[in-house]
């Protein structure tokens, strides 16, 4: 097999198929109209198996619309790539723990400018995901399966549950056994929900549910694995662990204050109170406001029992 024929065209080419904007029960608003049913073209053609050459059948150099001014070029779709070289470095950054989001702000500042980078934040966060996915090993899944599968034998109370994405493979899994179901069965009135660690090797969501004992020790009430933190993956982390659970819900969620997380927990918990972890208030308020004394006195003031008035008095 070989190419007969390839076609380049404008990226403002065809119109908006009318079936898009005709919908009556659009929950969005439509996005701004880009294409103008521009003609420019560029077509070549090869005319047999035997000639390896290719031949321009048509040109059209005239557009219907303003080109992209010259510092707009590199923002445009056809003039965007995360090259081999800036995964390399990207790569580096990722496994020291730096964000995508601080990833860009670096390459940013080392190029010069936005338009000297050659890629976009949604670019390089696409090719991180990519290449987390493609990093998982045949095998390494079902062996994991197969593990959880051998605890039930052991442990009758012992509770997994999984699903796959569209190519089959693992997408999120949550475990618990009977001593931590039990626990919860005492303990779990407030459930500590955290996903801050990363440490394992393909650098996946790990969410830690946990509580408090009677002895002010740290439970595990169950754990999942998760290939994204979206709000549908936290709401069925959440729902499976109460199916676990047998239906006992807490009576207040710790978390991060995630946006994503933060709606799940209504969604399934919307009777629960959702106060925020005094560890990341503590590091937010260090990040943010820098003065030295200011988050001794935060803190302070955040783990003191008093009422209202006493509170606003100190």
Not at 293 to 299: A, I, K, L, P, R
Request: proline fraction near 3%.
């Amino acid at each position: 097999m070989y190419v007969r024929w390839r076609v380049w065209v404008c990226s403002r080419e065809g119109q908006r198929n009318k079936k898009h904007l005709e919908r009556t029960n659009r929950k969005r608003r439509h996005r701004a109209e880009t294409r103008t049913g521009c003609g420019a073209k560029f077509r070549i053609c090869r005319m047999s198996p035997t000639v390896t050459n290719y031949v321009v059948t048509e040109f059209v150099s005239a557009h219907n619309h303003p080109l992209a001014a010259p510092q707009c070029v590199p923002f445009l779709r056809s003039h965007r790539h995360v090259g081999d070289a800036d995964i390399a470095q990207v790569m580096a950054m990722r496994n020291v723990g730096m964000k995508a989001a601080e990833i860009m702000d670096y390459m940013t500042c080392q190029s010069g400018g936005f338009h000297n980078v050659g890629f976009t934040v949604k670019d390089l966060r696409n090719k991180l995901h990519s290449s987390r996915k493609a990093e998982i090993r045949n095998g390494d899944a079902e062996g994991a399966l197969g593990f959880l599968a051998a605890q039930v034998s052991t442990d009758l109370l012992f509770f997994f549950k999984y699903t796959v994405d569209e190519e089959d493979r693992l997408e999120t899994l949550l475990w618990t056994d009977g001593r931590s179901q039990m626990d919860y069965a005492a303990f779990g009135d407030v459930l500590v929900f955290d996903t801050t660690y990363r440490t394992n090797a393909y650098k996946k969501p790990f969410v830690i549910l946990a509580g408090v004992s009677n002895n002010f020790t740290t439970t595990i009430f169950g754990c999942a694995l998760l290939s994204k933190e979206t709000e549908d993956t936290y709401n069925w982390v959440l729902s499976t662990f109460l199916e676990a659970m047998d239906g006992k819900r807490p009576i207040s969620v710790v978390t991060d204050g995630d946006l994503a997380m933060r709606n799940a927990i209504r969604n399934i918990f919307p009777d629960a109170r959702h106060p925020l972890c005094s560890w990341h208030l503590e590091r937010n308020a260090a990040k943010n406001v820098h003065i030295p004394e200011f988050v001794s006195d935060f803190t302070t003031l955040m783990q003191m029992e008093c009422d209202v008035e006493e509170f606003e008095t100190i």
